[in-house]
Every structure is written in C-alpha cells, then in structure tokens.
Nanobody, 120 residues
C-alpha cells in the first residue's frame, strides 16, 4: 500500500500565495509521476499540474504562469507553489502519484485532499 499525505492548504486573499506539499510513503519501488488535481463544489475533479521529470511538466491552462510544480525525488515529495491566487482556485486539492509498488503493481494512489480557499 502507498500513502500520500498532503499539507499546506488554507485560506488566503486573492493575490496571495500558498505552497502545497505531498509526501508519499509505503510500498514504493519507484514513482513514475506525481501531480495535483482539484475539485471545486459542484464540479468534476480536474488536473492542475503533474511532473514526470524535471523537464516534463504539465499544467492546466488556468494555472499556467501562476503555479509551479516541483519534486524531490529523494524524499518522494511533490510541491505545488501557487502564486497570484484567484477565488476560482478555491477547491479541494488532491495529490496523486503513479507508483510502481514493491509487489510489482503499477497504480495510481490518491491523497485525502487539502482545502484551499481564496477570498476576494
């Protein structure tokens, strides 16, 4: 089993910044990719950003230029630096990781989610 634990959510005013952190632990042989998704009330979960390698990152159009995803491979940790936050960024943010587990299975694991609230 793989566990993902997120932290860093909270409430901030528009224009502010937050950094989310997600640490993966458990039966990890290797991690193929890590990323962040979000789900706002009444909306479907959507990809925010993911990182496969330092040269291979993807961002939703709505966050390009404002959010930055980075990864610490040694610590099995992924970060999401969020700047110039807008009220429409308000959502529960979920960490996801595509993990090659020690038992040989490759599957995606999810964190429990962390709330980000941006007020105008």
């Amino acid at each position: 089993q793989v566990q993902l634990v997120e932290s860093g959510g909270g409430s901030v005013q528009a224009g502010g910044s937050l950094t989310l952190t997600c640490i993966a632990s458990g039966s990890i042989f290797s991690i193929n990719a890590m990323g962040w998704h979000r789900q706002a009330p009444g909306k479907q979960r959507e990809l925010v950003a993911n990182i496969i390698s330092s040269n291979n990152t993807n961002y939703a159009d709505s966050v390009k230029g404002r959010f930055t995803i980075t990864r610490d491979y040694a610590k099995n940790t992924v970060y999401l630096q969020m700047n110039s936050l807008k009220p429409e960024d308000t959502a529960v943010y979920y960490c996801a990781a595509l993990v090659h587990e020690t038992g040989g299975i490759v599957r995606r694991s999810w964190g429990q989610g962390t709330q980000v609230t941006v007020s105008s």
